[in-house]
């Protein structure tokens, strides 16, 4: 699996909701350095947790999907003699 990579304007918008969040829960003011810092943690260490969850959530819905397809395929079937 590659590292996270974020666009300069998915940078700076994720580093603002950080800035933002520490500011009306911990009434803390951070620097646009370590909100990056911060950020770049998440990326690295908790992306894997929800790229995995993704992964099975995709899995779990495409397999729902083929069951229903199944059934409708039985319902297209003819009697036999």
Do not use: C, W
Not at 50 to 79: C, T, W
């Amino acid at each position: 699996m590659t590292d996270v990579k974020f666009s300069k304007e998915e940078t700076d918008r994720l580093v603002n909701k950080l800035k933002a969040y520490f500011d009306k829960e911990f009434d803390q003011e951070i620097g646009a350095f370590d909100a990056e810092f911060l950020l770049d943690f998440i990326a690295k260490e908790l992306e894997p947790v929800f790229y995995n969850r993704g992964l099975a959530d995709a899995h779990s819905l495409f397999s729902d999907k083929v069951d229903e397809l199944g059934y409708l395929i039985q319902e297209l079937e003819k009697p036999a003699l």
